[in-house]
Every structure is written in C-alpha cells, then in structure tokens.
C-alpha cells in the first residue's frame, strides 16, 4: 500500500526533473549563431569568468572548493565578426580531464545580438533526458495509481 504512495511521489520528482530539462533546452533555442571555437584553458571559478570577475585570479569560498576538489570547467575562444570572446563551461568536470582538452576544437553556439552569450553543450542532451524523464514519470505516476485502486 505504501509503495502505492510512494511511486507517484517519484513520478513527481521525475516530472519536475524532466520540466527543467525541458526548459533548458528551449532556452538554448536563442543560440542561432554557430562558429568554430578551442578549449584553451581551464578555471576553477567559471561562474566567475563568464561575469567578467576573472577565473584563478578571483579566489573565494567556490574558488577554493573547486581548487581542492581538482574540478574545473574548460576556457574556450571563439570568433564573431573579427572579435574574440572567451567563456567557460557552466559545469565542472576532473581537473585533469579538463586540462587533456585543452587545444581542441569545439562547435560554439552562441547568441546572434549578443555573441558573449554562448554554449559548447548541446541541446539535444537535453532534450533527450527530458524525453526518458518524462516517460519514467509517467511510468511511476500510472504504476502507484495501479497499485492503489487493486490494492
């Protein structure tokens, strides 16, 4: 009987999960520009550089945690219109596979009125996970309201 209760809960859970995945891939929509861009660098603050508040040089609490946990994002150029901009991941990975990708090459998508605002990821990861989360709620939320009409 419990599991009847517990199983939506989950649905739930998944359900927002998957929404939010959603949202994020459609937020990456307003990224129509796409140029050729390298990793070229690794920061330990990449909320940080992507402000414009510099990446090593801006030690604070998230800093120093980063630092000593040996995560980093990846730096990457890129090209538009003969001005180069530098940002970072938003995500951090393992220090030392951070730093094997330094110098390779990586498709940039960026914002075409403002070119600052740019994205290495793609959307179809997102949008993927969305789909499977939204097939698992769905799944979870049907299984407890199954069980709790026979049970």
């Known amino acids: 009987m419990i599991i009847g209760i517990i199983l939506p809960i989950l649905g739930a859970a998944a359900l927002i999960v998957a929404i939010s995945f959603t949202a994020v891939s459609k937020s990456d929509g307003k990224l129509q520009g796409q140029t050729t861009g390298r990793i070229v660098d690794i920061t330990y603050y990449p909320e940080g550089f992507n402000k414009g508040l510099g990446g090593e040089e801006s030690v604070n609490a998230s800093y120093s945690t980063n630092r000593q946990q040996h995560m980093a994002g990846s730096v990457y150029a890129y090209v538009v219109d003969g001005v180069e901009y530098r940002r970072t991941t938003n995500y951090l990975v393992n220090e030392g596979a951070a730093k094997k990708k330094i110098g ?39 299984a407890g309201f199954l069980l709790a009409v026979l049970l």
């Open 104 to 142: 390779q090459i990586c498709t940039v998508r960026y914002h075409v009125s403002d070119p600052s605002v740019a994205s290495i990821a793609k959307s179809g990861v997102f949008k993927t996970v969305a789909v499977v989360l939204y097939i698992i709620a769905f799944l979870l939320i049907l």
